[in-house]
């Protein structure tokens, strides 16, 4: 699991992706959830057979190679718009800071909004959105049992969610539900506001929903500069949120302790996330599980609970199977979809072309600088109402509630050309 979230969080290290050999621990992992024994074999088999199996002594000879001190590693924060700049947590207020500095804002302004009639003020860095949200770190055990245990020593000291956050869980799997209910985490992080609240991309393609009214005209009236913090690994900006600026990508338990903490500005190394239910300040240190809390709780995880949740993956729940469907061998297309539309890119592909002539003194279309990302070529965010694709289907009759987001609607090639 641990290999699978390095691989995948590639965009932190300024890779595509990571790779790994293949190894015992790799058939230790296929066995744990819960894969075919003869799978297993064959997997081992044609390794070894490829040359692609490895063990102590048989390393290739690389051309080049980089040492790591494990003892300099920190914990840090991506952001607060690429997922490639590193910032370590003891750094992350005096980063903050400095780019409010250099858009000319002002650190210290803040603004007064209501929650169920409480008054509060809202802060530049302020966090809106905390989410544990689907990517290969939220099916990763040890970092879902440390947010939960982090949650249950918060809960246990008297901490709470600060009430401007909005957070939520939304893991990989419905395998995570099982081990942290059987763990026992789930009901601190529900009192944290963590509830599940679906399984699969959630936050970092866009779908977190609207921030409260209250909180959204606030962001608006002052132009606050607020944060969301997250366990994905995109955090291009207008991804995560129209109204959210700044996006920190962070593991699962650091999430859970920016929602204690309520702000960026903070230096978590040093500063208290609050008080506890004894009045005395209470520091990440006092509660950040140990490894050896970690590993207890990832003990529970068992074969036994991927086969189960996985035994009937391909049968789906009552909602798919209701779907119908007309069979045959190719999609029957629906004119009046808004999701899924026969693009004309191909019509008339089956005929031959009147001549075939080379292509010659053809000009660039475009020449971009650096940091052109997925999301400026196909944007995956959430669709704003006065927006040409917007405009668009609301023609058909969309309702803006009901637009989703241009990743669910990436099939529609109007929505796109707009």
Not at 234 to 251: D, I, M, T
Not at 309 to 315: I, K, M, Q, S
Request: charged fraction near 20%; charge should be negative.
């Amino acid at each position: 699991a641990d290999r699978a979230t390095i691989a995948n969080m590639a965009p932190e290290y300024g890779a595509t992706c990571g790779f790994f050999p293949v190894d015992a621990i790799t058939l230790d992992y296929l066995r744990l959830s819960g894969r075919d024994p003869a799978r297993i074999a064959l997997v081992e088999a044609y390794c070894k057979a490829q040359g692609l199996w490895r063990q102590a002594g048989d390393e290739p000879t690389f051309s080049d190679s980089l040492a790591l001190d494990l003892a300099s590693v920190q914990p840090s924060l991506a952001g607060p718009k690429r997922p490639q700049d590193r910032v370590a947590l003891e750094d992350i207020r005096a980063q903050f800071d400095l780019l409010l500095e250099l858009g000319g804002r002002q650190a210290e302004l803040d603004s007064d909004f209501a929650v169920a009639g409480e008054p509060y003020a809202l802060h530049h860095g302020d966090v809106v959105i905390a989410a544990i949200t689907s990517c290969t770190n939220t099916s990763n055990p040890s970092v879902l049992m440390a947010a939960g245990l982090l949650a249950r020593n918060a809960v246990e000291r008297g901490l709470s969610r600060r009430p401007w956050v909005k957070s939520s869980l939304a893991p990989g799997s419905k395998v995570v539900t099982d081990y942290l209910a059987k763990a026992g985490l789930t009901p601190y992080l529900d009192q944290l506001g963590f509830n599940l609240v679906g399984y699969g991309c959630t936050t970092c393609i866009g779908n977190s929903g609207p921030l409260p009214p209250a909180i959204a005209d606030c962001v608006n009236a002052n132009d606050l500069i607020v944060s969301s913090v997250l366990s994905g690994n995109r955090n291009f900006e207008g991804r995560v949120h129209p109204q959210v600026k700044a996006n920190w990508l962070a593991s699962p338990p650091l999430v859970v302790a920016f929602a204690l903490a309520g702000t960026t500005r903070i230096d978590l190394t040093r500063e208290p996330l609050g008080s506890g239910s004894d009045g005395q300040p209470v520091y990440l240190r006092d509660i950040w599980p140990s490894d050896a809390a970690v590993a207890a709780a990832v003990a529970a995880v068992d074969g036994g609970m991927f086969r189960n949740r996985y035994a009937d993956v391909f049968g789906g729940d009552t909602a798919w199977q209701a779907i119908a469907v007309s069979g045959g061998a190719t999609y029957a297309w629906d004119p009046v979809s808004t999701y899924i539309k026969h693009p004309p890119f191909f019509a008339g592909i089956d005929q031959p072309p009147a001549a075939l002539a080379d292509i010659e003194q053809a000009r660039i279309m475009a020449l971009f600088g650096d940091s052109i990302t997925t999301d400026h070529i196909s944007p995956a965010g959430s669709i704003k109402p006065s927006s040409p694709a917007g405009l668009y289907l609301q023609g058909l009759g969309v309702a803006p509630a009901d637009f989703n987001s241009y990743g669910a609607r990436r099939g529609n090639h109007e929505v796109m050309m707009r």
